[in-house]
């Protein structure tokens, strides 16, 4: 049972981006670790790594005092270290017990599985969450039938059943309730008394304190500070995080004017919707609200509730109208524009031409038969308005690179002039050069008049581009930063649910 | 909670609707042929259902592992061709038998190809293997270019005998069945259920997602051999339009049978009882004195509705929960 692993001065780079520059890592059995880091830290890359399931660029990984390379997620599990990821590994027609066991199911004789025997051992791990979990979570329900939150549980017992000596816990507690996360660390420190390491990563500040014994925090893909929890305290944890990163200004750029006597565009009452648990926020004509926070924790949910794409309760309003968009067409005849995130599967149809794309949600202006050559002369207009550098308008939108094609899924909504734009993420993957442009893009739609509503996983942008950053932790909202405020200290404490 | 329950039993067993259309179809054809139940019209119709009954099987696991095999009617016509060639009244035992090997032979040879494009090559399903049908009915034509054959006779007695009082063919589909419990019950089955339900979440947890979807066709040109082996016994002939139309109503009796295009669910129980339903429509509709020009159409207005069952029930219940 017992383990001892040692990360040394790992360096990971994807591409041209340095993701990790000197990670490190220290675990032993009996404790328990908390990796912390504001956004793009790297504490997803070091845990992938540990696990085995992206492999390092440069540096050590000591196991047991052995030095070890892992090719393979498999040969990380052979070893005994295994992760619970938020992003489920479960297969949704299946039953609790079988993805449980998925791989290493019980069977007679080894051949034929052992339903008896997975049954009543998935019944054993299920009975360590009892109290926490509803009657239906049983071995035989189907994992599609579940909560978001007793889905993670069924993720964790997964983990689990392959009886792990180190776990590594990636924002695991981020779809549990209250007394779920209780369970769990309960379970947490049973394991510490058994001999395991637990590594925890988390976003939520009050349970790292609760349950770690040390911190370890990255910034900037480096290893800053590793402390006992004893020896230190919320605020330097935090500070630790932040940096002494100085914000450059760029709001000079576009129009820093009060825009409070503008008209009032979008009003949100108390909407909820899947992760959204009740947001409100007025935004007005010409201005940029930027929607911060840890990822996932509501952004994307609140923008598709806006669109129309997402069922929802509470009361928006466009103009003082209420509206309830059923689907996404409402939304645009109402001037909503949404960009998406992921431009392959959201924003653009890939292999088919740059006009093509440019024009698809503005064919009806061009009548019946379609004006070809005047659509042919806007979209022209367009490009060149947004700079795209391409071969030519009948070229596939495939051959584009990165930031010119977030160009095109930017350009085909601001031909129907929108008064309401809605950004998901939108200069994520995007080189610097192509956000420079895109941000004088905001700024030129933002003097014209147009109301922006901005999530980025980018805090320097947020605090760069935004008059207004609406923080969000748990599909609530946990501060509205502005003015003096609006600091990377307050953004990233924010993120973390602290009043910091 | 026995609301609970019953969801479950329903979602777990897929085929609960087809057998309820099955009892329907049964209800109906009985009227139309009072003679429907007794041994011998039985094993009449089942000599002729088996054939699709054994191509099913072959098609239910490449559905559940998320692919689809449209090559599975010309692997049929390539093994009715083979064996038509090789059988004669004069054969041996030991020819047959090597005949019949050489069917599997070629079934799987064929099943190797589809895998290898689908899975390794990563091509599309339908398109890879609407492909490759033309390449086994070529081949098929290249061994038999004109309907003919001369089928032993002992190989047609035994497929016509009733031993222990059921018919062979009976005890054929009994046998199918019990296979696939067995393979639904091993390591593979877990696998292959995985593997067409969310492939990404079956690799990250170490499933070999590509050498299950590759071992699917594999089966499936397999199977495909034997509903040949059953075709050409049953129908003593060998033709290269024997299996034309065999792809398509496989495909449909998988869904009738409640199994889910999309992969991940559902079960070879089903599709057999899919075949069933369609084999009892055709009946019906020849029973019905049904005018010859509006067969087909008829036919087929039946198999929409039987499709589209399901989806009515699950409206009716949230009419009713609203």
Redesign the interface.
């Known amino acids: 049972m017992a383990i001892s692993l040692s990360a040394r001065h790992i360096t990971k780079r994807y591409g041209g981006v340095l993701a990790l520059s000197d990670g490190n890592l220290e675990v032993r059995s009996g404790e328990v670790v908390a990796l912390m880091g504001a956004n793009g830290s790297g504490k997803s890359t070091l845990s992938k790594i540990i696990t085995g399931v992206v492999a390092p660029n440069q540096g050590q990984l000591l196991i047991d005092g052995d030095e070890t390379r892992f090719t393979h997620?498999?040969m990380a599990?052979a070893l005994g270290i295994t992760a619970v990821y938020q992003e489920?590994?479960?297969?949704?027609?299946?039953t609790v017990a079988?993805n449980i066991w998925?791989?290493h199911?019980p069977?007679f004789l080894g051949?034929?599985?052992n339903?008896f025997e997975m049954r009543a051992r998935t019944s054993a791990l299920l009975a360590l969450f009892k109290g926490a979990v509803s009657a239906?979570l049983e071995p035989?329900?189907?994992v599609k039938s579940l909560s978001p939150g007793e889905r993670q549980i069924v993720e964790i017992l997964k983990a689990l059943s392959t009886n792990p000596r180190l776990i590594i816990l990636d924002e695991a507690t981020a779809s549990l309730d209250n007394q779920q996360v209780g369970k769990l660390f309960e379970l947490v420190k049973a394991w510490k008394a058994d001999g395991m390491a637990v590594v925890i990563v988390s976003h939520r500040m009050d349970e790292i304190l609760r349950i770690a014994d040390r911190a370890s925090v990255l910034r900037n893909g480096k290893t800053v500070y590793d402390e006992q929890l004893a020896n230190t305290d919320e605020h330097t944890l935090i500070s630790q995080m932040v940096g002494e990163t100085v914000v450059q200004e760029l709001k000079t750029l576009g129009s820093s004017k009060e825009p409070t006597e503008r008209a009032i565009r979008l009003e949100m009452q108390d909407v909820a919707a899947r992760t959204l648990r009740g947001i409100s926020l007025t935004l007005r004509d010409g201005e940029l609200l930027g929607l911060g926070g840890l990822q996932g924790q509501g952004q994307t949910d609140l923008l598709l509730a806006i669109f129309g794409a997402l069922p929802h309760t509470g009361v928006i309003q466009i103009e003082g109208q209420p509206v309830n968009f059923r689907h996404p067409s409402d939304a645009m005849q109402h001037a909503v524009a949404f960009v998406p995130g992921d431009r392959g599967t959201e924003g653009l149809l890939l292999s088919r031409s740059i006009l093509d794309n440019f024009l698809l949600p503005s064919w009806r202006r061009f009548g019946f038969p379609l004006r070809m050559d005047e659509a042919r002369t806007v979209a022209k207009h367009t490009a060149k308005d947004l700079s795209v550098v391409m071969a030519e308008l009948d070229a596939p939108v495939s051959s584009l690179s990165g930031g010119n094609a977030q160009k095109v899924v930017i350009g085909k909504w601001l031909m129907r002039e929108p008064k309401l734009l809605l950004l998901n993420d939108p200069t994520k993957g995007v080189d610097v050069g192509a956000k420079g442009e895109f941000y004088a893009l905001l700024n030129r739609l933002r003097a014209a008049g147009t109301a922006i509503l901005f999530y980025s996983s980018d805090d320097e942008e947020l605090l760069s581009l935004c008059d207004r950053v609406l923080v969000l932790h748990d599909g609530r909202q946990a501060a509205e930063l502005h003015g003096e405020a609006l600091t990377r200290a307050h953004l990233v404490a924010a993120s973390m649910g602290t009043e910091g | 909670m026995t609301g609970?329950v019953l969801r479950?039993i329903i979602?777990?067993h897929s085929y609960l609707f087809a057998l309820l259309l099955l009892v329907v179809a049964v209800l109906v054809n009985l009227r139309l042929q009072d003679n429907l139940l007794e041994v011998n019209v039985i094993s009449r119709n089942f000599r002729n259902f088996l054939p699709l009954i054994v191509l099913v099987v072959g098609q239910s696991v490449v559905i559940i592992g998320g692919g689809i095999d449209l090559s599975a009617g010309a692997i049929v016509t390539l093994g009715n061709a083979i064996l038509a060639t090789l059988i004669t009244s004069e054969s041996s035992s030991g020819q047959i038998l090597l005949a019949i090997l050489l069917t599997c032979g070629a079934g799987v040879l064929a099943g190797v190809v589809n895998g290898l494009c689908v899975a390794y090559l990563r091509l599309q399903p339908i398109v890879t293997t609407y492909a490759t049908s033309f390449i086994f009915t070529g081949v098929a034509l290249l061994i038999l270019p004109r309907p003919g054959g001369d089928m032993a006779a002992a190989v047609r007695s035994l497929y016509r005998s009733t031993p222990g009082g059921a018919p062979f063919t009976l005890w054929m589909v009994f046998t199918l069945i019990a296979i696939w419990l067995?393979v639904r019950?091993?390591?593979y089955?877990?696998f292959l259920?995985?593997t067409g339900?969310?492939s990404e979440?079956?690799y990250?947890?170490?499933?070999p997602v590509n050498f299950v979807k590759f071992s699917t066709y594999l089966w499936s040109g397999l199977f495909a051999a034997l509903a040949a082996l059953a075709l050409t016994v049953n129908t003593g002939t060998g033709s290269p339009r024997s299996g034309d139309l065999l792809t398509l109503n496989s495909v449909v009796a998988v869904v009738l049978g409640g199994t889910r295009l999309s992969g991940?669910?559902g079960g070879v129980i089903g599709s057999i009882l899919g075949v069933v339903i369609l084999g009892l429509i055709a009946n019906i509709i020849s029973f019905a004195s049904v005018d010859s020009w509006a067969q087909t159409l008829v036919s087929a207005l039946i198999i929409i509705f039987a499709l589209i069952g399901p989806g009515l029930v699950r409206l009716a219940r949230k009419a009713v929960a609203r």
Do not use: C, H, W, Y
């Open positions: 997620p498999r599990r489920l590994s479960l297969i949704p027609d299946m079988e998925l791989r199911e069977r051949f034929s599985l339903p239906a035989g329900t189907q | 609970l479950r979602s777990r067995v019950s091993t390591r089955g877990q259920f995985a339900g969310k979440s079956a990250f947890t170490g499933i991940g669910q």
